[in-house]
């Protein structure tokens, strides 16, 4: 306790008089509440002249092989098929970027080589936050850096509520108090976080009793509580967002293909970049030959934005460059739902190390982590079993004595590679600040690295502003499609951005009613209506009408529908399984086990939707259970979690590889005892 004082009492009497300062010198903040409730729809939903429904339609979204189709042909010599901008890469940062352009008028296209939000944007904290922890080191160190990203934080975090209210939600989030003299320390911290963020603030955050805070977490240790103060930030479904983020961008015109990767960069005469070499990978794995070669994709300029992969980009331009990315190993644990039983989070500001333990409430069950450590960059990165156990020793500590946790409480474990960018003066990658480096090379790649999910859309916002001067490119005023279900003329841009103002899809017709309005349409349960509500705001309406024989639950006990894998295919470009049981919908992520017991009706329902052979079937099948095994599929045993040797090779020694796992780590795993569970027959009532 007496290093958890020495380590808080001096920013935050800092923070006291900075929140004394600004409410005696200008008193503009209000206590009153900041409620993020969506009550009305942006586009209310029809009924007919009986009072029934009528649900909205949405226009289809490109096929892949159209959009591969418009790929290749910009490797023509022509200028009418060049790209403005190629982006490579489609996390976050990557689609940010690609709906930026688009709105602005440019022609773009995006390339992933696996899938939308398959690293680091699918494996965060789920928080859309200024960064609490940030602010103390901003006034500890007077830090101006760190303060500038809380205060950037808190801008974007707001307008993430906005343009993605199904998505993304306020989370009140508890802070234990163990002495009676923490309260004032801890209450003028959580004001001036209140303070800093304005008019865009939520919540305002305030003081809780020791008895309702017990009541709030009934598994909360007593023993020298004195009370707890409670502040609010964002919570939201990240890879969810991602794939939103990528769909909007497609509706609107950008070519967006995952599973394409880049092999290669294309340079003119001067060296300068002007395209790159990529390949579809799913071609090899269909055995399609003809089209498993690389080509040729002309763009003016070329973006990346691969996350902890920058360097590896950086290395196909100038292999005598240095690196920049200074990565960072995050491991969280998901735990059931009776720790965070009341929609509260819990925040352990003091860990064994010295850093920060959240404990929050996620789709029905709950979220604990992080670790920072430094690491190696690999694609399938895996919950090593000492973090895991730290996590759930840190985790302990703040519950009562008969709650303590062990691994058999751990349904999924995972960790995601944090790009931060490199500061050689740092001695380690917890005190490096996460704001975002946008660069050029002399050849003319453009690079955004760094940041965190809650700024993805300014970081998207300074490089298509650099992108823009870079390559001499000429934004113009566009009409946009509409994509709202309303049936009406879209709209028309100025050529500058306006991404803060521009819902994703699912938003247009998503309020608090829209669970109870499914009901009254569909006969499915109140927890499917709400997941579906929260996960696909008003496309909800397209998933329930796709096929009425998949709206039954894929697995028991969860809210997860059979449609949603269709609908996934259809909708939302998701190509294999792991896509849809990681990214579609998150079933891996909250319960592995769950996920390998869903298997086999997301194989027969993907195999009959894309055609797949006997082969791929089987291909898909290993795969799916070696991803799982980088997904704490073991965390209940006394082994620890190793990926697969196909997990761990790079994408082309996969695709060559005969070898298929039939022992996942410790695991004996029966590839024929996932075979089909019955049939499925393709039909479309859309």
Known sequence: MQQRLRSMKRPLLLAAAATTTVAVGGGYYATRNKTHVVDKPLVPLKRDSTGRIVPPTFSATKARAEALAELRRSGQPDKDTEYDLLVIGGGATGTGIAIDAITRGLKVALVERDDFSSGTSSKSTKLVHGGVRYLEKAVWNLDYGQLQLVMEALRERKTFLNIAPHLSSSLPILLPLQKWWEAPYFWAGTKAYDLLAGSQGLESSYYMSKNKALEAFPKLRHENMVGALVYYDGQHNDSRMNVALAMTAAQYGATVLNHVEVTGLEKDANGKINGAQVRDVLASKNGDSANAEPFKVRAKGVVNATGPFTDAIHQMDDPSRKPIVAPASGVHVMLPQDICPNGIGLLDAATSDGRVIFVLPWQGFTLAGTTDNPCEVERAPVAQQNDVDFILREVSKLLNPESALSRKDVKAAWSGIRPLVKNPNAKNTESLVRNHLVTTSPSGLLT???????????????????????????????????????????????????????????????????????????????????????????????????NPSLNTRLVSGLPFLEAEVAHGIRAEAACTVADIIARRTRLSFLDSSKALQALPRVIDIAATELQWSKARKAQEKADAIAFLASMGLEQKTDAPVQASQEERMPARQIEHSKQRPARVGGLDVDLNGLGSSGSYSKSRDD
């Not at 009409?479 to 994703?504: E, K, M, Q, Y």
């Open 448 to 546: 955004c690295a760094g940041g965190k999910w809650t700024t993805y859309r300014e970081m998207a916002e300074d490089t298509v502003n650099e992108a823009i001067k870079l390559f001499d490119l000429k934004p113009q005023a566009v009409s946009l499609p509409d994509i709202s279900g309303a049936n009406a003329s879209g709209f028309t841009t100025t050529g500058v951005c306006c991404t803060r103002n521009i819902p994703l899809i699912g938003a247009h017709g998503y309020s608090t009613s829209l669970a109870s309005q499914l009901m009254e349409m569909y006969p499915i349960d109140a927890d499917v209506a709400d997941h579906l509500a929260h996960n696909y705001g008003d496309r909800a309406w397209t998933l329930l009408s796709t």
